[in-house]
């Protein structure tokens, strides 16, 4: 859970107030409106000018970075694929966050949660863009983090690959009792959450919509 309180960043962003306290929360508004940048406020990306975010209750200003990003994981806009095949692609979040490697069961289990249906030893170079985005998805996954923070994590896929992974996604995070916060322009993907979205407008909100 996130409370928000009088935060600030340059002319971007002004919220006198917010609490994301629902498991899955969809963040919506306008191009430029500073989802994105509020996204990256919430694992400390980013830092406001002014405000406060408590975390479960804690200021995250006071909790080190470092430690915060392995609790809260962040997966930006842009897929990063790193060199090798799929394996290779999978294990680098958790070696470089310095975790125990995933076993074969649970990295297949990664690939076929996001809808991935390609063997591991593939190599990434000839991947489309939304099945690159579905890896780097699989690849968070594998994080188990308390919390993750996706923006547009469906924005390269077709109508039905993205039903599939957000509900498989939403799913996940209510069974194992963590929280998700994604950024979306889908229509299909607000109408479904339409309880739990957030919407931005030039920088401001006023919270859950009714
Ligand atoms: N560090 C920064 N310094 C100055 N301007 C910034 C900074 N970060 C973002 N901006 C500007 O803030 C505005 C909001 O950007 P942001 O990426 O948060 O919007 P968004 O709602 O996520 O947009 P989109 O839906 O297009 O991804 C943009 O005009 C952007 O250029």
Do not use: W
């Not at 993205?162 to 299909?188: G, P, R």
């Amino acid at each position: 859970m996130f409370e928000i309180s009088n935060l600030k960043f340059m002319n971007i962003l002004n919220i006198p107030n917010l609490i994301i306290d629902r498991q899955v929360t969809c963040i919506m508004g306008a191009s430029g409106s500073g989802k994105t940048t509020f996204l990256r406020m919430l694992n400390r990306l980013n830092a406001p000018d002014e405000g406060t975010i408590l975390y479960n209750g804690e200021d995250i200003s006071s909790l080190d970075a470092v430690k915060l990003r392995r609790r809260v994981v962040m997966l930006g806009q842009t897929p990063v694929i790193y060199s090798g095949d799929i394996r290779d692609n999978l294990q680098i979040g958790l070696e470089l966050s310095q975790k125990l490697a995933a076993t074969e069961q649970m990295l297949k289990q990664s690939l076929e949660r996001v809808g991935l249906n390609k063997p591991l030893d593939e190599p990434c170079g000839k991947l489309s863009g939304g099945e690159k985005q579905r890896l780097c998805l699989a690849r968070v996954l594998l994080m188990d983090a308390e919390t993750y923070l996706l923006d547009e994590p469906s924005a390269a896929l077709d109508r039905e690959t993205e039903h599939f992974v957000i509900h498989n996604l939403a799913n996940y995070v209510q069974e194992k009792d963590k929280q998700l916060v994604m950024v979306t322009h889908s229509q299909a993907i607000a109408e479904h959450y339409r309880d739990c979205t957030i919407l931005f407008e030039a920088g401001r909100t006023g919270g859950y919509q009714q």
